[in-house]
């Protein structure tokens, strides 16, 4: 077939050309074998089929057996060994395995000749290379393996719809999932539609026909299908659309994920933020205003509209039985109870007892309840069909009952409506304790303007009243004095000289507790206070006291800071002027006064402000820490006067100067050591 004969016409040798393009156009190769010499008679290509050398190939069956791939090559032989004993037609399938080592796989058809005598002769036959096909067919098989594996191995619900016939196939997970037996579930989309909840079932119908007729490759929804047991799963439902050639939508592979318990859990997390928002909006009204009044109206609306209750209570506990109803939040249409003073004939101690216990009652259902025949009757003059109670304590004490009334139907309460009234209770009993702590403040406020009015009175007694008696005692003394001092004896003078000091310490004290009731009766606007530049000018003014005690001042940096600047003075006076006043015999004062930034916060001031100390430091006679609290209170003297003078009230308007300024005063000090005055105050009061 390779030679052209001159004997053959050219039409031939055209044939010929057309029928060699046929067969590689195919991948297929005609051949005959011829059985008495052994040898193979073949189209160009039967070569290329099996891998062989075209220069080289000697055309005997052997050297096509050679080609077979070994696992094969039995089989086919017995094949070929078969049909030249019995004759006929055969069909096989092989590999062949080619030079490179690749595999190819051939379809092989022949037709058995024989003679007169029936004895084989002659094999004609034709092979094909079906490498693709077969590479094809095992994908398949290995998609579909994974395919059913898959389906095996996964939770989800697995369908493959066919939208020609509209028969569904479904996965194992349909019976286990849903509770279905295999005899329970029709293969069609008719039952899938069927078991959709009503509520959902127009809307994923209208969904699916949409993505079906709009061409769409994917579809996804949510949906509630109905379980054996009458519930409803709640489903996330994934389809791939599958088109043919002509893009006409033919299946839809999907898979439904029971997505349940995620539904549970977010809506677990909605009802928290809810419970979360209602002790929020309580805690603020809380924080806004500690008015009682307010907070408890707050509670049972916002109680009312969260857990959607047709009355919400507060009554509050009135002698040892009885209630009175003190808020109310009720759907219009039903009695009104606010104001009323309940007296259940049922309640006795023991009942009352119980709440005082921290009982909590949820009841469903009144008439079914285990409730006297009286009791049963005083609620239902209210309408009431189902109720929950809740205690309400302040400072341990049962203050009263937080109720929600069901009335126009019976109510199962959940733990989380019970653990809401629960927790809402505890933040009331909060709001009542903080309300009585603000009633008893509010009284120690009064108490204390009355105080402060009374010391402004006294101030004003002091400053006119005995400030006249005192100026006339002193003015005689020294008229006494000058014109009579040669006519007394030593003993009258004496008791002049006494008398005349008693009056300066007198007037002393009252100057000093003039400026102790001022500090906040004739307080100054804060301003921008220079403190370098006041420590100074009081170093001015204690100059005649410095010189006489030999004393030594050293001021370090001092900042600018919001003050009261007269205050301010007088705050550096009184410890500058205690410094010089308790040194040690025969040593001068050596006093320092410099400030410094705090870098860790005071715990006893406000936070988020900077603050600044001054310290006032010297080496005089000291004192014992142990009366650190005393020395800064009116009247406190750790010497007598005999030894330091002074009225003991010194101290005390530092510390009343210091606190007006939002800050703190303190002290360091050892009995011989010296002594550290440190007064803390804010930059920007």
């Not at 519930?231 to 592979?253: E, L, N, S």
């Not at 907070?295 to 009885?322: F, N, P």
């Not at 409730?371 to 004490?397: D, G, M, S, Y």
Request: aromatic residues 8%; glycine residues 6%.
């Amino acid at each position: 077939m390779t030679n052209k004969s001159p004997e053959k016409p050219e039409q031939e040798y055209q044939w010929e050309a057309q029928i060699r393009m046929a067969l590689d156009a195919a991948s297929m190769s005609i051949w005959n074998f011829d059985i008495q010499s052994n040898q193979i008679t073949r189209s160009d290509n039967l070569e290329v089929l099996f891998g062989l050398d075209q220069d080289n190939f000697n055309h005997s069956y052997e050297a096509i057996l050679d080609c077979i791939h070994i696992q094969d090559r039995e089989f086919v032989k017995h094949i070929y060994q078969e049909a030249i004993a019995n004759g006929g037609a055969f069909e096989i399938e092989f590999r062949v395995v080619l030079a490179d080592g690749s595999i190819r796989w051939l379809a092989s058809k022949g037709v058995v000749s024989q003679n007169s005598s029936g004895v084989s002769v002659r094999i004609c036959g034709v092979d094909t290379d079906i490498t693709q096909r077969k590479l094809a067919v095992e994908q398949l098989r290995q998609s579909e393996e994974r395919f059913q594996i898959v389906a095996l191995a996964t939770n989800d619900v697995l369908r493959d719809w066919d939208l020609l016939t509209n028969k569904v196939w479904w996965n194992q997970s349909v019976q286990t999932l849903f509770g279905y037996t295999a005899e329970q579930i029709d293969l069609d989309a008719i039952w899938w539609r069927e078991r959709i909840h009503p509520d959902d079932r127009t809307r994923i119908t209208a969904d699916t026909r949409t993505a079906i007729d709009s061409g769409k490759q994917f579809w996804s929804n949510e949906y509630r299908f109905l379980r054996k047991d009458g519930t409803y799963a709640y489903i996330f439902d994934r389809v791939y659309v599958v088109h043919d050639q002509t893009g006409k939508p033919v299946r839809m592979i999907g898979a439904m994920m029971d997505i349940t318990d995620r539904k549970r859990v977010q809506a677990e997390l909605q009802r928290q933020n809810l419970r979360s928002q209602l002790f929020a909006n309580i805690t603020l009204k809380i924080r806004q205003s500690l008015q009682i009044d307010e907070i408890l109206q707050t509670s049972v609306t916002e109680v009312q509209k969260l857990l959607q209750a047709d009355r919400v209570l507060i009554l509050q506990l009135h002698g040892s039985a009885s209630f009175l109803a003190v808020k109310e939040a009720v759907v219009p249409g039903l009695p009104i109870v606010l104001g009323q003073n309940i007296t259940d004939p049922c309640f006795d101690e023991g009942y009352i007892q119980k709440y005082s216990q921290g009982r909590i009652s949820a009841i469903s259902n009144i008439e079914k309840a285990q409730f006297q025949p009286c009791h049963i009757e005083f609620l239902q003059q209210f309408a009431v069909k189902a109720n929950l109670v809740v205690p309400i304590f302040r400072q341990n004490q049962l203050w009263g009952l937080l109720i929600a009334h069901q009335c126009l139907h019976t109510r199962q309460w959940t733990n989380w409506e019970i653990g809401l009234l629960r927790q809402l209770a505890d933040q009331i009993g909060i709001a009542l304790a903080q309300s009585l702590i603000l009633e008893q403040e509010t009284k120690q406020r009064q108490e204390l303007t009355r105080s402060n009015e009374e010391l402004q009175q006294f101030a004003f007694i002091a400053s006119h009243d005995l400030q006249e008696p005192l100026r006339k005692i002193k003015t005689f003394g020294e008229r006494l004095k000058i014109t009579c001092s040669d006519s007394l004896s030593e003993q009258g003078r004496d008791y002049l000289e006494r008398m005349q000091n008693a009056a300066l310490r007198m007037q002393t004290l009252i100057e000093d507790l003039l400026t102790l009731s001022r500090v906040t009766t004739r307080a100054q606007p804060f301003v921008a206070v220079n403190l370098a530049q006041i420590t100074q000018e009081v170093l001015s003014d204690l100059e005649v006291r410095i010189q006489q005690t030999d004393g030594q001042i050293e001021v370090g940096e001092l900042p600018v800071i919001q003050a009261d600047p007269l205050q301010m003075r007088q705050l550096l006076q009184n410890l500058i002027g205690n410094a010089l006043k308790f040194q040690r015999q025969n040593q001068p004062p050596i006093i320092k006064i410099y400030g410094q930034f705090l870098n860790n916060h005071p715990d006893d001031l406000a936070l988020g402000t900077a603050y600044f100390q001054i310290v006032v430091e010297d080496n005089g006679i000291g004192f014992a820490e142990k009366y650190l609290d005393r020395i800064f209170n009116v009247f406190q003297r750790l010497h007598s006067r005999s030894e330091y003078e002074g009225t003991g009230i010194g101290l005390a308007i530092c510390r009343k100067i210091t606190e007006r300024h939002h800050g703190t005063i303190t002290a360091q000090s050892q009995p011989g050591a010296g002594a550290i005055f440190i007064v803390t105050l804010p930059i920007n009061s």
